[in-house]
């Protein structure tokens, strides 16, 4: 298999984009993938999107926003992972381009949450968790972490408030990136006085629902040449499962796909968690970010949360993460997330992050989560 | 890149199934097709489904899929390319196998169209066509495929009962084929006295809604052993795009992505149409089997219904199309539609086609097509 590189990245704000359509804000990233990449074609296109038929109407997007953007022709597919649709995306283009099939693939992540003709966005999301024996009973998804962090809680003896670090620190890092919808950080006392979502999760420990796109155009590491110096290396790219509801697990605490992904991850790029500099996690719910420290091997079973209150998970700290806001303060428009993730991870190993920058980032590591950690793709990117 | 050959094939009967669950259907054909490749693990799971998140409130299914058939934890993914997303998922399955990153792939077209929680099915149907230029007017996506019809049939001066042996040439195929939903055949005053859809589409032009599920067992050619006698190998797996909107096309009479994945393909396998012993078109309506066989290069423009009067499209013809009942008769289950159609042309290769056997057949072409051929994934496979 060829070596496969990031060449451009691109990315609209995440926010509540009542003048855009899907199409658009996916044209608006791709086109600045391609502006910054310098490329003008591309030999196929796939598309991270998970609710687009539920909330806007249209489905086959592939074909859509490859038209779209000029591209009428080329080989394209959407790709479905719930909120991991993204990471997904990004894992099939790796392929298409290690393969030795294509020399140039876009990967766009593309979701409109705010405006539905059909349906209701929380009904909506709650179609990543297992319809037949999960949300039948009328739980939402934000309530299936809920018994999640309320569990973890109880058997680690921990309070809300342990968990704040997560929400601070992502709001501290979202008012330094232009993309990201929530600009202003917060402080402890806000968080101990949100509105409860689904007791124990408060607002301030949930992502908030966003329209947003982003991409990424990926060409052969071997092809590149001299006017490629912002390249980076994708060293490892990897997907795994676990199942849908929680009650089948052996261990719900445990994110065994997340463990799974991990684990693959670090054997295919020959490194360890200590050598990832930055790691953008998939903190859609502050349980999300302390149980997947733990799986992906960067805190021992249980002491999650200890990373966060101990400063180490800002840019500054030994496992840096949410660097540009995190799904919790740049926004979570569901199947774009997971590229938004690896732009972000790009801009730390370009060393373009400005007041966020990790000092010497050189190893960055993204997972794009699907359900409760049904599906994990993991991403290591190497300068 | 690595050969790839499919090994195993598994096929549920397209109908209404009432008793059986989405998961269940799809749980079914995989494992038959493990069993009909004699192995007991998979690296990759790839799911071809256009609307489990619309009809059955239920994403994500990669994961749900290969939980449910015992393989918690493998890569899994779902491909949405609306009707064509199981000759997406196939291409992706194809690409991961030749890519060297998997040994064994499972591929798996999974759609449940006759029990809705959520839509209703023809309204989730022209999420294929463009929400916001199209669908928005309420024009469903048969009354699409009837402007084609009627335009088509002003330009070449022809009249209904010229696409008569498309219809009559499924339903014969479909008797002898037990996992297809229709088994009688029809006469030529069935037809022309068939209620109308869509004029001048009548319901014996179009391809019926119904449940199913299809699967193939996908491994590196070379590393395949003296067990596995009824391999075929695929010799070529493309994709190719259109704009969704039919006023946006330049010519909304000619099949571009039919056109422009056919050539690839032929390219990639080096043969011609005449090599090509069985063409599974996707004849979701008559109109889209005769407009195939002009951009995929089998009849002159203006002249693919002649094929079909001249008697050239039965397992005795020139270029056997639906052999197996193709959408019209055997079903349409819309994103697992171009899985059935390979593991049909593997029947085929096989011989094992019975009464619908096509004498001496080496070559085999499957098409699935999403949207009025938005998007259209061509494989050919040769024994």
Redesign the interface.
Known sequence: ?RDVSVVGIGQTQVKEHWDK?L?QLATSAVLNAMKDAHVDHAD?LYVGN??S??L?????????I??EVGL???????????C?GGG?AL??GY??V????FDVVIVTGAEKLTESS??NTT??L???A???YE?VHGISFVALNALLMRRYMYEYDLVPEDFAAFSLNAHANAANNPYAMFRAPITLEQYKHARSVADPISVLDSSPVGDGAAALVLMPTASLNGNRARAVKIAAS???????ALH?RRDPLWL??VE?SSQKAYAQAGVTPKDIDVFEAHDAFSIMSVMSLEAAGFAERGRGAYLGREGEITPQGKVPISTMGGLKARGHPVGATGVYQAAEAVTQLRGEAGKNQVPNARVAMTQSL??VA??AATHIFVN
């Open positions: 298999m359509s199409r196929a998970m609710l038929g539920e806007t109407g249209q489905e086959n997007l592939g074909a859509l490859a038209d009428r022709g080329i080989e394209a597919l959407k790709v479905e992972a719930a991991g997904g894992h099939i392929l298409a290690a393969s030795g099939q059909n349906c009904a909506s709650a179609m990543a297992d319809a037949d949300t990897t997907v795994a499962t676990d199942s849908l089948a065994s796909a799974l699907g359900g049904a599906n």
